[in-house]
């Protein structure tokens, strides 16, 4: 595994654990609002699995879980032996990702490797190669919604309110995952990204799309 980065401490990023996360290098998108450009780029200093473990060792009873972020972690082949090591240390496991490796996702589910999982939902499906800025297949997109929809694991579904994106770009998001668990609606945050920001959205205007959200799934959050 190539890791990039480590927070020894989250309270927010799995749902009622303290958690660390653990970051990997390395991206299949190219999302001009992404904030973790330095994985991207795959310029940030690579930390040892080692290191990572021993942090995780010295934890046990402090922490709860682990929560695997990226970049995209599900485009390196080794996540699951990773996962694996995380997991015999008694850490319950989150992963953040795109969706775009429901192969991977089978294997991780199938497994019984993740308890939580938080998908990116970028765009309606006929948008996604503007907004991720590579093609992709939209099908593989659907084929993870649904992996993640019909697991026995916790998850979210989550989209970040870049102003690329419209009213009716969010009516197809509600409709692509329409009978969602829970959804998030994340404010975009032009402090650190990977190309030039436009100007985030009015809290106003996130609110709105909130309010629209709750038709669709059984639990809104707004993070703003």
């Known amino acids: 595994m190539k890791i990039g980065g480590l927070q020894r401490l989250s309270l927010i990023d799995y749902p009622g654990q303290l958690s660390c996360i653990i970051f990997t290098i390395g991206c299949n998108f190219r999302c001009p609002y992404c904030y973790n450009p330095d994985l ?18 010295e934890r ?16 390196h082949p080794d996540l699951p032996e990773f996962i694996g090591e995380v997991k015999v240390k008694g850490f319950l496991v989150g992963l953040e990702t795109n969706g775009t490796n429901p192969l991977m996702l089978d294997e991780l589910l199938a497994e019984g490797l993740v308890d939580y999982i938080g998908m990116d939902i970028k765009a309606p499906l006929e948008r996604y190669r503007e907004i991720a800025g590579v093609q992709i297949n939209p099908e593989e ?3 993870s919604i649904k992996l993640v929809m019909d697991s026995q694991a916790e998850y979210e579904f989550r989209t970040t309110c870049y102003p690329g994106l419209s009213e009716e770009d969010f009516q197809g998001i509600f409709g692509l995952i329409e009978g969602a668990e829970k959804y998030a609606l994340q404010q975009f945050s032009p402090e650190k990204t990977l190309t030039e920001p436009p100007e985030p959205y009015p809290e106003d205007f996130l ?18």
């Not at 991207?40 to 060792?57: K, Q």
Request: hydrophobic share 40%; proline share 4%.
């Open 40 to 57: 991207v780029n795959e310029t940030a200093e690579e930390i040892p699995e080692e290191h990572v473990f021993r942090f995780l060792d």
């Open 60 to 75: 046990k009873g402090l922490l709860d879980a682990a929560v695997i972020t990226g970049g995209e972690p599900t485009i």
């Open 141 to 143: 997109i659907r084929r």
């Open 207 to 224: 609110r709105k799309l909130m309010k629209e959200a709750q038709k669709h799934f059984k639990e809104v959050e707004l993070r703003v």
